[in-house]
T-cell receptor, first 115, second 111 residues
Framework: NAGVMQNPRHLVRRRGQEARLRCSPMKGHSHVYWYRQLPEEGLKFMVYLQKENIIDESGMPKERFSAEFPKEGPSILRIQQVVRGDSAAYFC?????????????FGEGSRLTVL | DAKTTQPPSMDCAEGRAANLPCNHSTISGNEYVYWYRQIHSQGPQYIIHGLKNNETNEMASLIITEDRKSSTLILPHATLRDTAVYYCIVLTPYNTDKLIFGTGTRLQVFP
């Protein structure tokens, strides 16, 4: 049973470009969460999605960031017009049901570097 | 969610028990204590959780004080692969979907 798969593992973008990060949850998991980790800091919650629905986006910056989890395919975190402050590790996690922090599995992360 | 306080770093000799403390003095009666760890450059990994009774699994033991204001994660026989940042997180059973990671404790296991 494959774990949470994230790609790309490393992504380099220039200021003003777009970054797309993908997350395939574990088999049987329909709940996806995105977290961001700035250098030398703890992880910060960004958004929680179920298939085709955003449940909680209270941690998402108001502009340039969006997330989706379509009926088919991976969840995507999209960052438009990237700036240097967006450089971070972005982690995706999945769980089989809501309210199951003990069944939360994280991917290896996608590391975005903005030049 | 209640705030937690952890020492920023600890050392432990390989093969010895690692005892990682966490203070959560404002914890509410229905809030659970969860522990995660993050090995360098990897995603966080769930370790264990508890409400008020002590818990043990294949990875660790969790000791929660009777007043529930603090807890200790115990790795009984630390190995070099246990070197990681350990996070203590307090959650209500109705809001376990948004983990709040503090700065954690950086455990260094040395040979």
């Amino acid at each position: 049973n494959a774990g949470v798969m994230q790609n790309p593992r490393h992504l380099v973008r220039r200021r003003g470009q777009e970054a797309r990060l993908r997350c395939s949850p574990m088999k049987g998991h329909s709940h996806v969460y995105w977290y961001r980790q700035l250098p030398e800091e703890g992880l910060k919650f960004m958004v929680y999605l179920q298939k085709e629905n955003i449940i909680d986006e209270s941690g998402m910056p108001k502009e340039r960031f969006s997330a989706e989890f379509p009926k088919e395919g991976p969840s995507i975190l999209r960052i438009q017009q990237v700036v240097r402050g967006d450089s971070a590790a972005y982690f995706c996690a999945s769980s089989p049901r809501a309210g199951s922090a003990g069944e939360l599995f994280f991917g290896e992360g996608s590391r975005l570097t903005v030049l | 969610d209640a705030k937690t306080t952890q020492p920023p770093s600890m050392d432990c000799a390989e093969g010895r028990a690692a005892n990682l403390p966490c203070n959560h003095s404002t914890i509410s009666g229905n809030e659970y204590v969860y522990w995660y760890r993050q090995i360098h450059s990897q995603g966080p990994q769930y370790i264990i959780h508890g409400l008020k009774n002590n818990e043990t699994n294949e990875m660790a033991s969790l000791i929660i004080t009777e007043d529930r204001k603090s807890s200790t994660l115990i790795l009984p026989h630390a190995t070099l692969r246990d070197t990681a940042v350990y996070y203590c997180i307090v959650l209500t059973p109705y809001n376990t979907d948004k983990l709040i990671f503090g700065t954690g404790t950086r455990l260094q296991v040395f040979p």
